[in-house]
T-cell receptor
Framework: ETGVTQTPRHLVMGMTNKKSLKCEQHLGHNAMYWYKQSAKKPLELMFVYSLEERVENNSVPSRFSPECPNSSHLFLHLHTLQPEDSALYLC?????????????FGSGTRLTVV | QKEVEQNSGPLSVPEGAIASLNCTYSDRVSQSFFWYRQYSGKSPELIMSIYSNGDKEDGRFTAQLNKASQYVSLLIRDSQPSDSATYLCAVKIGGSYIPTFGRGTSLIVHP
């Protein structure tokens, strides 16, 4: 595996379900990110991790809970979501927070909340 | 407020033409600028980054930065139908270490 891998690719969940999104990067990067992409809106930063430490939480509701057990893995735990949370969730990594090399994105998880 | 503005398009150009995509941003002290390409149903992919005023060329792509006027452009020479995608501009506005993304410009290259 190379690059940034996200699973699952698609997820349909009810508002009372609990699910988790997984991201794994094989690039040796030290920073990982969760972004939300909704139609007609810019990419919205959710969380930033640098060397497994959360460095930014961009006013995200508590129904989204991130976890970074090591510098290669990132999870987004979901519970009691709302229909407006339906979106494409993208994981990204970079060599370091604040570097100038840009991001490598995973393929994303298309989430539908019913 | 940190803002990155892009015309949503679509920008339609004929095959072989030059496509010009523009992006303006809100803070004069911004230092780092990125262009990403996103095909429909796919994730963004980094095309180019630029940090200094002037032009930076990479194959058919040229990024142009003008910090005084607060804009950054992406030129695509000899446009191909495979260039049809949404192009996202991202800027590290002010002293932020995290880039702010624009909404993207949809480009359609027709044969």
């Amino acid at each position: 595996e190379t690059g940034v891998t996200q699973t699952p690719r698609h997820l349909v969940m009810g508002m009372t379900n609990k699910k988790s999104l997984k991201c794994e990067q094989h690039l040796g990067h030290n920073a990982m990110y969760w972004y939300k992409q909704s139609a007609k809106k810019p990419l919205e930063l959710m969380f930033v991790y640098s060397l497994e430490e959360r460095v930014e939480n961009n006013s995200v509701p508590s129904r989204f809970s991130p976890e970074c057990p090591n510098s290669s893995h990132l999870f987004l735990h979901l519970h009691t979501l709302q229909p407006e949370d339906s979106a494409l969730y993208l994981c990204a990594s970079s060599q370091g927070v604040g570097d100038n090399y840009g991001y490598t994105f995973g393929s994303g998880t298309r989430l539908t909340v019913v | 407020q940190k803002e990155v503005e892009q015309n949503s398009g679509p920008l339609s150009v004929p095959e072989g033409a030059i496509a010009s995509l523009n992006c303006t941003y809100s803070d004069r002290v911004s230092q780092s600028f990125f262009w990403y390409r996103q095909y429909s149903g796919k994730s963004p992919e980094l095309i180019m980054s630029i940090y200094s005023n002037g032009d930076k060329e990479d194959g058919r792509f040229t990024a142009q930065l003008n910090k005084a006027s607060q804009y950054v452009s992406l030129l695509i020479r000899d446009s191909q139908p495979s260039d049809s995608a949404t192009y996202l501009c991202a800027v590290k506005i002010g002293g932020s270490y995290i880039p702010t993304f624009g909404r993207g410009t949809s480009l359609i290259v027709h044969p």
